[in-house]
């Protein structure tokens, strides 16, 4: 099946610094990639909807100034953590949505940002 | 509007019975559903997907889950744990608009007792 990476797979940083995640569809492009947020024992909630060569979309509550999602190509979308604070700290999780056959959405490993 | 509901927050099963884990959903749209696994630290594992097509949808390791339109669920059911199994299980809906957002249940931690 299709392949979704992430890197870093953790992340521990200072508050008031930024970070970046990125999500790469390793063997298919991906016109939109989907960004979620997972606290601990909770469910998946959507963040934002990524598209490639395009603004984000974010949900309702989101702020977009906070969370910066860039899709600069058909297999990368990033997400920037700005100015985070511990209250950021979380699972990040992005998947890719693949058109070719039955749509799919295939996700990656997840990133584990600690804010200190 | 959609939701979607996962009736139990927890499961517990002994290797080598069934596995039923429940889960409703609503939609104004003919709905896609889909189950996920998710293992500790572990990206989301696709197990089996419904796309209005037959009913009955057999998945991966064994899984399966059956829509049923009149009662609104889309159970998902095994009939032999395995260890392995244990694990965190999302329901998920996928409506019929073009953004392809998908709705994800509150989950169901599966617990496989030896």
């Known amino acids: 099946g299709a392949v979704v990476s992430q890197h870093p797979s953790w992340v521990i940083c200072k508050s008031g610094t930024s970070v970046k995640i990125e999500c790469r569809s390793l063997?298919?492009?991906?016109?939109?990639m989907f960004w979620y947020r997972q606290f601990p024992k909770q469910s998946l909630m959507l963040m934002a909807t990524s598209n490639e060569g395009s603004k984000a979309t974010y949900e309702q509550g989101v702020e977009k100034d906070k969370f910066l999602i860039n899709h600069a190509s058909l297999t990368l979308s990033t997400l920037t953590v700005t100015s985070a604070h511990p209250e950021d700290s979380s699972f990040y999780i992005c998947s890719a949505r693949d058109f070719g056959g039955q749509e799919t959405q295939y996700f990656g490993p997840g990133t584990r940002l600690l804010v200190l | 509007a959609q939701s979607v509901t996962q009736l139990d927050s927890h499961v517990s099963v002994s290797e080598g019975t069934p596995v039923l884990l429940r889960c409703n959903y609503s939609?104004?749209?003919?709905?896609?559903l889909f189950w996920y696994v998710q293992h500790p630290n572990k990206g989301l594992q696709l197990l089996l997907k419904y796309t209005s097509a037959a009913t009955l949808v057999k998945g991966i390791n064994g899984f399966e889950a059956e829509f049923k339109k009149s009662e609104t669920s889309f159970h998902l059911t095994k009939p032999s744990a395995h260890m392995s199994d244990a694990a965190e299980y999302f329901c998920v809906v996928r409506g019929s608009s073009n953004t392809g957002k998908l709705l994800f249940g509150q989950g169901t931690t599966l617990q496989v007792k030896p």
């Open positions: 063997d298919f492009q991906a016109t939109t």
């Open positions: 939609s104004s749209y003919s709905p896609s």
